[in-house]
Every structure is written in structure tokens, then in C-alpha cells.
T-cell receptor
């Protein structure tokens, strides 16, 4: 079945450092890919998404490119802030109205 | 738009008691999902509905779990009897299959359940 694998954390960075969180997937079809973020005590919020190969999703300085050849969707940000401290989830969906399949989540901690 | 609403936010109960979690999806959304989050298993789908009809309940752990969606604006997840291993955060999410949002799911704040 479909699955998502993302790097284990925690990831600890200083403010303004470069961030990469790796995510790879296994899917039978052509899924849409997502990054969700969960701040402490809150639900999940969509950070960005990409629906087809070579699409780049971006939001709040975060970017991820849908790479079909490497089945990857790595999350990057050029300069992290303390407010980016959260848990980040990579996920896939086979299409509208289907369930999300999540990775285990990566905890990011940014210090000033 | 109030977003997805879940209640209660926190629930502490004793083993053997019945627990009911509630969810109000975003108005107009036609899909509703229940997920469970634990440290050991991460986020996993329990069940989802389309237009109030259950589509896939293969993630429901056992017969102690049941879910209903009596109308487009309300769903419940019931655990009877509850056990300590049911302790987790339960999320409800809704989505609209068509339109600009595509298959983006909108999550509620979750219910943190503790079974003693």
C-alpha cells in the first residue's frame, strides 16, 4: 500500500539557519503531496501542496518540489524563525475524497 | 467561517466508560474524516464519510469503536467500553472534493482523550 517516510527528528536549528526535512513516498498511482504543520496544542494546518510532478508548492517561505523520479517531496526554508518551531508532517492523497497517508512527523525546534 | 469544530477538547475518563467525541465539519464540505494520533503509530485514519455515508471504516480498531454521521453538519465517534490504550488525540477533518481546494483537508483542533 501507499506510504510516506520522513526524516526522524528532532531537528534543532538556530534562527536564520537553512532547513531541509526529507520526505519520500511510495504510491501506486499519481498522488497529491502535502506538508502539514502542527503547532503545540493545535490541529494540523496545511502548509503547502503539489498535485503533479515538477509542481512546486510554497507558503510562508517554505518550499517543496514534487519529484516523481525520486519519489520525494522535501521541505525547505532558507531562513527559519523561532515561530517555525512545530511538528511537520508529509502526507499523500490519491485524489479528492481520499484519506491522507501521513509520515511520522518531524519536530523542529528553532532557538534564537 | 468557524472551521472544523470538535468537542470536547479534553476528556479524561475511566476504563470501561463510554466516550463520545463530536465533530462539526465546515459547512458545504462533503467529506468527513476521523484520525487518531499517538506517539507510537503517528496519525492514522479511522473512518471517513462522503455525504454522510461511511466509505471506509477499515481503520476502526475494533468493535468498541463506532462512528455516525446523522446529517451533513454533525458526526460522532463513540468508544464503548474505553480502554487505556485508546488514549490519544482524535482529529476530525473535512474536505470538499471539487473546487479550488481540491483534496485539501481542514482539521479541527482535536480531542485529547485520556483513559485511566
Amino acid at each position: 500500500g501507499d506510504s510516506v517516510t520522513q526524516m526522524e527528528g528532532p531537528v534543532t536549528l538556530s534562527e536564520e539557519a537553512f532547513l531541509t526535512i526529507n520526505c519520500t513516498y511510495t504510491a501506486t498511482g499519481y498522488p497529491s503531496l502535502f506538508w502539514y504543520v502542527q503547532y503545540p496544542g493545535e490541529g494540523l494546518q496545511l502548509l503547502l501542496k503539489a498535485t503533479k510532478a515538477d509542481d512546486k508548492g510554497s507558503n510562508k517561505g517554505f518550499e517543496a518540489t514534487y519529484r516523481k523520479e525520486t519519489t520525494s517531496f522535501h521541505l525547505e526554508k532558507g531562513s527559519v524563525q523561532v515561530s517555525d518551531s512545530a511538528v511537520y508532517f508529509c502526507a499523500l492523497s490519491e485524489g479528492p475524497g481520499t484519506a491522507l497517508i501521513f509520515g511520522k512527523g518531524t519536530t523542529l525546534s528553532v532557538s534564537s | 467561517d468557524a472551521g472544523v469544530i470538535q468537542s470536547p477538547r479534553h476528556e479524561v475518563t475511566e476504563m470501561g466508560q463510554e466516550v463520545t467525541l463530536r465533530c462539526k465539519p465546515i459547512s458545504g464540505h462533503d467529506y468527513l474524516f476521523w484520525y487518531r494520533q499517538t506517539m507510537m503509530r503517528g496519525l492514522e485514519l479511522l473512518i471517513y464519510f462522503n455525504n454522510n455515508v461511511p466509505i471506509d471504516d477499515s481503520g476502526m480498531p475494533e468493535d468498541r469503536f463506532s462512528a455516525k454521521m446523522p446529517n451533513a453538519s454533525f458526526s460522532t465517534l463513540k468508544i464503548q467500553p474505553s480502554e487505556p490504550r485508546d488514549s490519544a488525540v482524535y482529529f476530525c477533518a473535512s474536505s470538499l472534493a471539487s473546487g479550488r481546494s481540491g483534496n485539501e483537508q481542514f482539521f479541527g483542533p482535536g480531542t485529547r482523550l485520556t483513559v485511566l
